[in-house]
């Protein structure tokens, strides 16, 4: 039962995480929050797991590890001013 | 603040229009028309060998639908491969620092680990060959983004994929064509006689994990040429 | 004399989850009040991974021992390894954006 | 040989992790992805990894990284405390500051372990890395006086000096 509450706090935790992602003043402010909030959800899925009681949604959570950090790597890799900096690749 | 006001409530309204549509469908007559689920969900262990019925659904009861989708990305691959200008157009991207290229040449060989498990456990776990090949798509995916397209071109060549790609596409339909040997249809698995096992073990279920072995090799291979092709694109 | 090691484990488990539960969610205010971008990377850094770590401590000492509490070391030690890799990527992304211009990139332009 | 070896150990330890049973389908099939892993990826895993020294020399290195890593991991509670007491401060009060930090390795894999453990310790985060002059670009959170700043620069030289002892032979 403890659980739950641990899982209702994160999402709330997700949730003041978002208002970073409305506001934030440039691009990469949004990225920082995104992957916050994407690594809470990570741990949400690993509860849910002993939630439910089947510890087979563990390999959900794996699979979702890797595609958060490739997400986090294509985004900052094309998104660097072409005037400061930029070099052709 | 009128307007906000005005925003707001089409907002409200357009939300309950949707759950009383969506209570509706929810409520349909229940006891009707779902004799055939009731059949996947009784038998479909008895009859598959699959544990993970999502999985006897896709690659057993509707494996020709299978057939379909993986055939569209192949003609994607196809034509993406055709159509994109084979001259060297580059793109402006930064280069990462050293850091990064550490950590992606100690990532790899856990990513191939966790591909090959996710490919070969797919009728066991959540899973299958769709996601696990895009796991595997990862890793050429992530060497031409931190060491360059030339170096991820030289360590696996066009030519490779389209042959590893090839391979996936026709053995998917020599397996389907062996269940025609045995009298049967195109595709079948437990009706044509092929050894169950027990449920539950790696080496069961027929033709699943070979079917499984092939989707995978095949959208791995798929989306590495694409990603590569459109990333040579101006 | 009651059974000792049960209510030991499980007071373990909830001073795990408490912890976790507070650098969450003090990641997410730190998120909101801090300043500028860089200070907001030092939450996202320390607070996210100290939350990861003790909630994934919490769920091995909850699971014992066995093969699905070696999945989640497994699951550790990649949220440890990629955790600060893309702080580093999205820090020098920014830091490069605001440098002066490069010399040769802007003769090529 | 020796690095098709221990590659070939870590993906069937990886494999056997994953799978969560051990019977004799599962190590067969194990061990025929492995070799084929380890067959492909080995010499661009450990390229600058010198690994001179019997089985022993290994083992007393793996506890030697497990000391290391364990000492970086409370580094990383400490410092996620003050973070956090900064963050439900009433009025939370920063000096941030940027400082460039020369490096002496000449290990690729040491540099890059070692800004990677940088961000684990109080108070720095790792921005950049100039492979020209070999300076490391470390942003603090909380740095007050010129005094401070050099008595944090030898603590970092002293933990990159720990950290280094990993990839030489000579441990």
Known sequence: MVVLYVILAIVLSACLTFYRVMKGPSVSDRIVAMHAIGVMFLLVLVLLSYFFARKIFIDVALVYGVFLFVDIVIMAKYLRKPEQGGVRD | ?234 | ?109 | MKKKLLTFMLTLGLWVVFAGRMNIQVMMFGTIICSILSHLLANSVFRFVHLNGGPKQIVIKITYMFFVFSAFLYDVFLSAVKVSRQAFAWNPSFSPRIVKLKTSDENSSDIGIFAHFLTCTQGALALDFDPLHKNYVIHWIDVDSDAEAETRKALIRKQEHLVAKIFHSEG
Do not use: W
């Open chain 2, 1 to 234: 603040m009128v307007k906000k006001l005005y925003k707001l409530g089409l907002v409200v309204s357009l939300g309950m229009f949707l759950f009383v549509l969506f209570s509706d469908i929810h409520n349909l007559d229940r006891t009707s028309k779902n004799y055939l689920s009731e059949h996947y969900i009784s038998e479909g262990v008895q009859e598959t060998g699959a544990i993970n019925l999502v999985t006897s659904v896709l690659y057993d009861y509707r494996a020709f639908d299978t057939l379909g989708e993986a055939t569209v990305l192949l003609t994607a691959a196809t034509i993406l491969a055709f159509l994109v200008p084979v001259t060297k157009a580059d793109m402006l991207g930064t280069t990462f620092t050293i850091i990064v290229y550490q950590a992606t040449k100690y990532l790899i060989p856990f990513i191939a680990v966790l591909g090959v498990y996710v490919i070969m456990f797919g009728h066991l776990s959540p899973g299958g060959g769709f996601v696990g090949g895009v796991v595997m798509a990862l890793i050429p995916i992530l060497l031409s983004l931190t060491y360059g397209i030339d170096f991820s071109e030289y360590k696996l060549t066009p030519n490779t994929k389209k042959v590893v790609e090839d391979i996936g596409a026709i053995g998917f339909i020599l397996l389907g064509l062996l269940a025609v040997l045995t009298g049967n249809n195109f595709l079948a698995n437990g009706q044509a006689g092929f050894p169950l096992g027990n449920a539950g073990e790696l080496i069961s279920a027929g033709l699943i994990p070979y079917l499984n072995v092939m989707i995978g090799i095949k959208v791995g291979a798929g989306l590495a040429i694409i990603f590569n092709s459109l990333m040579k694109e101006q």
């Open chain 3, 1 to 109: 004399m009651i059974d000792f090691l049960p209510i030991l484990r499980q007071i373990v488990v909830y001073v795990f989850f408490l912890t976790g539960s507070y650098f969450l969610l003090s990641t997410a205010v730190g998120m909101i009040r801090f300043p500028d971008l860089y200070t907001r990377l030092h939450a996202s850094a320390k607070c996210l991974m100290a939350g990861g770590i003790s909630i994934l401590m919490g769920c091995i000492v909850l699971e014992g021992i066995g093969f699905v509490s070696l999945k989640l070391i497994i699951l550790l030690l990649f949220l440890l390894i990629t955790n600060p890799i893309a702080n580093h990527v999205i820090a020098c992304l920014d830091h490069s954006n605001t440098m002066t211009p490069n010399p040769i990139s802007k003769n090529r332009s």
